[in-house]
């Protein structure tokens, strides 16, 4: 551990092992549990996520799915006082998974919402609020798609105590949002931000300056320890970090002409399902449904 750490916890050490000698276990307790996690916190810049993480569950109930044809990230969220949830980019092939989920925590779904209008699968929120009454579906107004909660930068989802704060960050799509946690341990990059690599720009409105201005002024932005959470991962990867992103993604830490140049001889194929997926995506997820 570096001096400067140990010169900032060396008070806080001793103030707990003073409770512990007064036979105050409880608090003495609780105080190594704190000293842990704010270690850990000063550590996240070498050794990545893993506190954050621990850090992060203890607020919130958190769950992180996953379907395996679009290798797509779906995230649940809810407050354990109220039991209000909100579940990011649910899969139309997984929505009985979820709803189970969902109905074996006693959870009551308020929001579905996604991160933008995807191209590689169908969204899961028009068959949820079917199936789950009362859940009302989410989404960017810049998408261009139907959902009862248009979002603008700014805005806030509410579950219970918590929220997640919306952040434009075009450049995939028009429609692309981060969404944030209130406390900012938190946020769900859609396919702006990807563990090391972003999203596409070859179609659907795709910009490589817009993208690379979203993600360094509005990602980029949030604090090192922040864990980012995207809508896809390619590699078996789960979860990064802002500081992470910053230092090793191969393509955003360029310059703005280097990432324009990379992302323009990507050769990628065309998303196998978009001519369904953008479609049916356009109207929440209920074409042919």
């Given amino acids: 551990m570096n001096s400067a750490v140990l ?17 105050d276990s409880r608090k003495a307790l609780d105080g190594f549990t704190q000293l842990y996690r704010g270690w850990n916190l000063q550590k996240v810049g070498e050794r990545g996520y893993s506190a954050r993480m621990e850090h992060a569950g203890g607020g919130v109930i958190f769950r992180q799915l996953f379907e395996p044809v679009s290798c797509t990230y779906t995230y649940l969220l809810a407050d354990p006082g109220s039991k ?6 649910p899969v139309l092939e997984t929505v009985d998974r979820d709803v189970k989920l969902i109905d074996e925590l006693g959870l009551k779904l308020k929001v579905a919402v996604n991160t933008h209008c995807h191209a590689d699968h169908i969204t899961g929120t028009g068959l949820l609020k079917k199936k789950l009454y009362g859940t009302k579906s989410a989404i960017s107004r810049h998408s ?3 959902a009862d909660i248009m979002l603008s930068d700014g805005d806030s989802i509410t579950f219970g105590k918590h929220c997640l704060n919306v952040r434009n960050t075009p450049g995939h799509t028009d429609g692309c949002v981060t969404l944030v946690t209130g406390d900012q341990s938190m946020a769900f990059t859609g396919d702006a931000l990807l563990i090391r690599g972003c999203g596409r720009t070859d179609f659907q409105q795709g910009c490589s300056k817009t993208l ?3 993600v360094h002024t509005q990602i980029f932005s949030l604090p090192g320890h922040c864990l980012i959470y995207p ?6 990867q789960t979860v990064s970090t802002v500081y992470e992103e910053k230092k090793f993604n191969p393509r955003l830490t360029k310059s703005l002409e280097e990432f324009v140049k990379i992302m323009a001889n990507l050769n990628l194929p065309k998303p196998a399902k978009i001519d369904v997926a953008v479609p049916a995506n356009l109207v929440c997820g209920l074409h042919d449904v």
């Fill in 7 to 23: 010169k900032g916890l060396k008070p806080a050490v001793a103030y707990v092992l003073r409770l512990r000698a007064a036979g």
């Fill in 84 to 89: 209000e949830a909100v579940l990011i980019d």
């Fill in 212 to 214: 690379y201005n979203s």
């Fill in 144 to 146: 261009g798609a139907k």
């Fill in 231 to 236: 809508a896809h991962d390619y590699k078996g």
